[in-house]
């Protein structure tokens, strides 16, 4: 269909435009990325490209181990060379909004190690102003044990609405890779100085980590309905 159509335009033209031998990758979350290790690992093949790949995620570990991919991390790899990941939304400074996957803590500790984060979507994702697009919230991992005196330090403070993200197929929340819950934030205020919002709630006691990814992103690859591949950044 059109969308996925767009996320593999956007996957293979960022694989083909950033991925050198000799590099170390970061493997973001979600589905727009496995076409970006399907090419990867087509690359790899075919030109004998040698590159390790740090992952974000089970999933992104998963896929790397699937796609015959050399695996590395922060131990012995700390310095990227790019990291390719997906995005829920990027406005026009390039601000994303990530974690609808839920992988948001891993994928900003990996993209803030890399000397270049290329994000890859399909047209949805592409927006204005932040907001306009992706409505399930903004994603904030936090610490169990303080969802919801956060959740109301967060409305107290900037309004909107919290609510814990709940697991489709088990009982209860979603819990994380690191054993965290999410919190998704919504009915934001849009105008929001987001480098300011964003600092302030990094130091409520117990928030994680948030999927607002400021300043972060160098370039974006959006697929389009027509088969082409539009940039940003
Ligand atoms: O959770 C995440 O941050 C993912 O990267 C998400 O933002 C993009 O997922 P998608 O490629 O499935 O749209």
């Known amino acids: 269909d059109l969308v996925q159509s767009a996320k593999k335009a956007a996957a293979y033209a ?11 990758v970061g493997i973001g979350s ?3 990325v496995v076409f970006a290790v399907d090419r990867l690992a087509e690359r790899v093949r075919n030109e004998n490209l040698k590159v390790k790949c740090i992952p974000t995620s089970f999933q992104a570990r998963q896929l790397i181990i699937d796609n015959k991919l050399t695996l590395t991390d922060l131990d012995v790899d700390p310095v990227l060379d790019v990291c390719i990941d997906g995005a829920d939304e990027v406005d026009s400074n390039m601000t994303l909004i990530k974690g609808g996957g839920g992988c948001l803590l891993q994928e900003k500790i990996v993209a803030s190690n890399a000397k270049k984060l290329i994000i890859i979507a399909d047209y949805t994702k592409d927006s204005q102003k932040l907001g306009d697009q992706y409505k399930k919230g903004i994603p904030i991992e936090v610490v169990p044990i303080a969802y919801v005196p956060i959740s109301n330090k967060i409305k107290e403070r900037f309004g909107g609405s919290l609510e814990l993200r709940m697991a489709v197929k088990k009982a209860g929340p979603v819990v994380t890779d690191n054993g965290n819950f999410v919190l998704d934030w919504t009915n934001f205020n ?8 964003n600092s302030e709630l990094l130091h409520i006691p117990g928030l994680v980590e948030t999927g607002l990814f400021i300043k972060m992103a160098s370039k974006a690859y959006f697929g389009l309905k027509d088969g082409s591949v539009k940039q940003k950044g």
Do not use: F, L, R
Request: hydrophobic fraction near 25%.
């Open 14 to 24: 960022a694989v083909d435009d950033h991925i050198k031998s000799g590099y170390i």
């Open 30 to 32: 979600g589905s727009t």
């Open 190 to 197: 849009q105008d929001s100085d987001w480098e300011k919002v």
